[in-house]
Every structure is written in structure tokens, then in C-alpha cells.
């Protein structure tokens, strides 16, 4: 049975990451700032994929399981989501 930390935590990194992405503009020193802050808060919890191209890799390679899968992209994809909704709320 999948955990729900893991979960939350791709969760809010990938809200984080997409946020960084949409408010920054495109600004690579902050993007990669943005995702090496998420990989030290949230890689040892749920190894930081926050991006399902990322997860279907790692899903390939035998890393995550099929449910694992499956949830992991479906919680970056509602992560992205409310990261735009976010930012369109507050901008």
C-alpha cells in the first residue's frame, strides 16, 4: 500500500517547482534554485520526481511500481494545476 507522504510530497514539489517556473518567467538561476530546494525537502521522502516524464522513467527502469506510478502522476498533475491556479489568484 502506497504511503501518503510520498504523495504529498511530489505533491508540493511539483507545486513548487511549476510555481517557480510560471512566477520567474523562465528564469533558469531560479528554476534550478527552485529545484534544488524541492530535491532537499522532498527527495528523501518520495525521490523528488515531481514531473511525470520523470516517473515514467523511473517506472521503466523498475524504480516504482505500476499503483506507484499512477499516483505519482496524477498528484504532479493536480501539483502543476493548483500551482497555476495559485498563481493566477495571487498575481
Same mark, same amino acid.
Given at each position: 500500500?502506497?504511503? /501518503?507522504?510520498p504523495?504529498l /510530497? *511530489?505533491?508540493?514539489g !511539483?507545486?513548487l517547482? !511549476?510555481?517557480s517556473?510560471? #512566477?520567474s ?5 531560479i528554476?534550478?534554485?527552485?529545484? /534544488? =530546494? ?5 527527495? +528523501?521522502? +518520495?525521490?523528488?520526481?515531481?514531473n511525470?516524464?520523470? +516517473? =515514467? /522513467?523511473?517506472?521503466?527502469?523498475g #524504480?516504482l511500481?505500476?499503483? *506507484?506510478?499512477a ?6 498533475? =493536480?501539483g502543476?494545476? #493548483? +500551482? =497555476?491556479?495559485?498563481?493566477?489568484a495571487? #498575481?
Amino acid at each position: 500500500m502506497l504511503s /501518503a507522504l510520498p504523495l504529498l /510530497a *511530489e505533491f508540493l514539489g !511539483t507545486f513548487l517547482l !511549476t510555481l517557480s517556473i510560471i #512566477a520567474s518567467g523562465g528564469n533558469p538561476w531560479i528554476i534550478g534554485g527552485a529545484l /534544488a =530546494l524541492v530535491i532537499l525537502l522532498v527527495g +528523501s521522502m +518520495s525521490g523528488a520526481y515531481v514531473n511525470p516524464a520523470v +516517473s =515514467l /522513467a523511473m517506472y521503466l527502469k523498475g #524504480a516504482l511500481g505500476s499503483q *506507484e506510478l499512477a499516483a505519482y502522476i496524477v498528484v504532479q498533475l =493536480l501539483g502543476g494545476a #493548483a +500551482s =497555476l491556479y495559485a498563481y493566477n489568484a495571487f #498575481a
